[in-house]
């Protein structure tokens, strides 16, 4: 007779998280910095630190992480300090990443189409590398995060709306070009999210 398998959740080490968020973060820089050289935009937190970067010369990394502080405190109500903190840490790292990642790598030419195509799918490995060790960029995706756990809506579906209104409102300052291409880019990212971010498909927390 088979012994009845163990079906229990597997925890992942602090190394194992450590490692996912410098891994996650690192992916998402890369992503940003195939957005700036294009001139393209995001959705969510992201988005309006894009628009700050471009429109006022402020830097995306500083921008991004101010945006974030106001929707720690949903995190803090709302979800577990296991994630609230995972989450601190991956905005703080995304920050840093975004300044200093193009030190390492310069774009001299990058096709708009293709940077928004494989940036988004760039976005949306780094997104679910986060997500699957429990953490998140904060903004919006604490937003979606917490709806999928409390209602099983999902993440994906989410962002994929709110990132639709924020690029809406990037045509006040934008060519509608670059926001259509931005719009291509977020769908790619979203329908990575939808796709391979489902509740009983990953069973590690």
Known sequence: MNEPQDTSPLRHSHAEDALALLSGTALIALAVALFQQAHLLSGGTAGLAFLLHYNLGVGFGPAFF?????????????MDRAFLLKTMLAVAL???????????????????????????????????ILFRHRASLGGVGILAFYLQEKRGWRAGHVQMAVDGLILLLALVTAPFTQVALSVAGAVVLNLSLAIN????????T
């Open 94 to 128: 995304l920050s840093v990443m975004t300044e200093i990642t193009p030190l390492f790598i310069r774009f001299d030419t990058v096709q708009p189409l293709y940077a928004a195509l494989i940036g988004g799918v760039i976005l949306g490995v780094g997104f679910l």
């Open 197 to 204: 971010h489902r509740a009983g498909r990953y069973i590690a």
């Open 66 to 78: 101010v945006l974030n502080l106001p929707f720690y405190l949903l995190a803090w109500r709302r």
